[in-house]
T-cell receptor, first 114, second 115 residues
Framework: DAGITQSPRYKITETGRQVTLMCHQT?????MFWYRQDLGHGLRLIYY???????DKGEVPDGYVVSRSKTENFPLTLESATRSQTSVYFC?????????????FGPGTRLTVL | AQTVTQSQPEMSVQEAETVTLSCTYD???????LFWYKQPPSRQMILVIR??????QNATENRFSVNFQKAAKSFSLKISDSQLGDTAMYFC????????????FGQGTRLTINP
């Protein structure tokens, strides 16, 4: 029962490079989300997806691209990494059933952009 | 705009004491859920407790309980008989029932339980 996994767990890259963070969930949840966590800001939503091939912007989408060709995967790409994108990134998922609205989080990826 | 404010960046108490973490939020919606998430040093986000806004009764989960004041838009978390394992960052969050399932988080409160 893997649940929701993220890879890599740690990544160091340089300014201007393209980076892709992977997220995989085994529950077949409809919704998937990407958040970034920064000191003083809590978690902020970058992008979310309601189903395969349906994505939408969150609060801080600039500089990021997402895709969702399969229900279980939701990769996040930084097309040209900047130092301001140094952060901890969390992927989350939730089922279509809205009775509880709970989101289940992955372990996070710490990204450092030099 | 929908916002969540946690006014206590850090708190520290002795083991076995009771501690209350504050949270206020702002939304024009009437139907929503409120949450407290715990983030220990492992970074894993763990759901502590959930409150449906349409319920007047405050939610409880073992040593964790909330004081939900809908009119005041206040949602505080009380931890009774605190334990060393309660040391963590605590985030208050809410989600609108109708809509895109987007969680809005507060800035977090770093809680330290001292032996």
């Amino acid at each position: 029962d893997a649940g929701i996994t993220q890879s890599p767990r740690y990544k160091i890259t340089e300014t201007g490079r393209q980076v892709t963070l992977m997220c995989h969930q085994t529950w077949s949840h409809s919704y998937m989300f990407w958040y970034r966590q920064d000191l003083g800001h809590g978690l902020r939503l970058i992008y979310y997806s309601a189903a395969a091939d349906i994505t939408d912007k969150g609060e801080v989408p600039d500089g990021y691209v997402v895709s969702r060709s399969k229900t279980e995967n939701f990769p996040l790409t930084l097309e040209s990494a900047t130092r301001s994108q140094t952060s901890v990134y969390f992927c989350a998922s939730s089922p279509l059933d809205r009775r509880y609205n709970e989101q289940f989080f992955g372990p996070g990826t710490r990204l450092t952009v030099l | 705009a929908q916002t969540v404010t946690q006014s206590q960046p850090e708190m520290s108490v002795q083991e076995a004491e009771t501690v209350t973490l504050s949270c206020t939020y702002d939304t024009s919606e009437n139907n929503y859920y409120l949450f407290w998430y715990k983030q220990p040093p492992s970074r894993q986000m763990i759901l502590v407790i959930r409150q449906e806004a349409y319920k007047q009764q405050n939610a409880t989960e073992n040593r964790f309980s909330v004081n939900f004041q809908k009119a005041a838009k206040s949602f505080s978390l009380k931890i009774s008989d605190s334990q060393l394992g309660d040391t963590a960052m605590y985030f208050c969050a809410f989600i609108i029932i109708q809509g895109a399932q987007k969680l809005v988080f507060g800035q977090g409160t770093r809680l330290t339980i001292n032996p």
